[in-house]
């Protein structure tokens, strides 16, 4: 079946690192991939998405490749701030239809110090 | 955008009550929603997916019982955690995505925390 893996955190970066979460796939057929945020206390927010190979899907400095060969949609952003600090969800779509959930990575914590 | 409405954002309620949880699609109409839980510091468990106008299919350990899922129209599901307890105590997320496209992202509600005392 389709499964999303994602490294596992917490991970602690002091304000303007570079950041990368690694997030790799398994899926039949043709998904669309997506990174998601959630703040504390919060429901989940659409960072960014890629529908087909070699698209980059970016969004408040973030970025993400759809990368068939390797099934990976690394995110990327070159310099994290405090208020970056979040659970960071990699997720896919198996592209069937719009009646099923996606498939959810574990969520990755990222904490971010000034 | 599209958005999805959960309330409340907060409950607390005592052991042995039932408490409702509303989710509404609010730009389109959603035949499919789907009921989260979330536990401190850990992943989304997929409770459930609500159906409209039929039953609820539900994930492999959920309780149809304890959780109760209507989806009586297009813009709107219910979650009602019947008969509360302690450990029912976590966080609940609704999700609903735009039928009409196969890779349409997944909107989300903003989340109901629940506390049983």
């Known amino acids: 079946g389709n499964s999303v893996t994602q490294m596992e955190g917490p991970v602690t970066l002091s304000e303007e690192a570079f950041l990368t979460i690694n997030c790799t796939y398994t899926a039949t057929g043709y998904p669309s991939l997506f990174w998601y945020v959630q703040y504390p206390g919060e429901g989940l927010q659409l960072l960014l998405k890629a529908t087909k190979a070699d698209d980059k899907g970016s969004n408040k400095g973030f970025e993400a490749t759809y990368r068939k060969e390797t099934t990976s949609f690394h995110l990327e952003k070159g310099s994290v701030q405090v208020s970056d600090s979040a659970v960071y969800f990699c997720a896919l779509s198996d592209g069937a239809s719009g009646n099923t959930p996606l498939v959810f990575g574990k969520g990755t914590r990222l904490s971010v110090i000034a | 955008g599209a958005v999805v409405s959960q309330h409340p954002s907060r409950v607390i309620c005592k052991s042995g009550t039932s408490v409702k949880i509303e989710c509404r699609s609010l730009d389109f109409q959603a035949t499919t929603m789907f009921w989260y839980r979330q536990f401190p510091k850990q992943s989304l468990m997929l409770m459930a997916t609500s159906n409209e106008g039929s039953k609820a299919t539900y994930e492999q350990g959920v309780e149809k019982d304890k959780f109760l899922i209507n989806h009586a129209s297009l813009t709107l599901s219910t979650l009602t955690v019947t008969s509360a307890h302690p450990e029912d105590s976590s966080f609940y997320i609704c999700?609903?995505?735009?039928?009409?496209?196969?890779?349409?992202?997944?909107?989300f509600g903003q989340g109901t925390r629940l506390t049983v005392v």
């Open positions: 999700s609903a995505r735009d039928p009409a496209g196969a890779h349409t992202e997944a909107f």
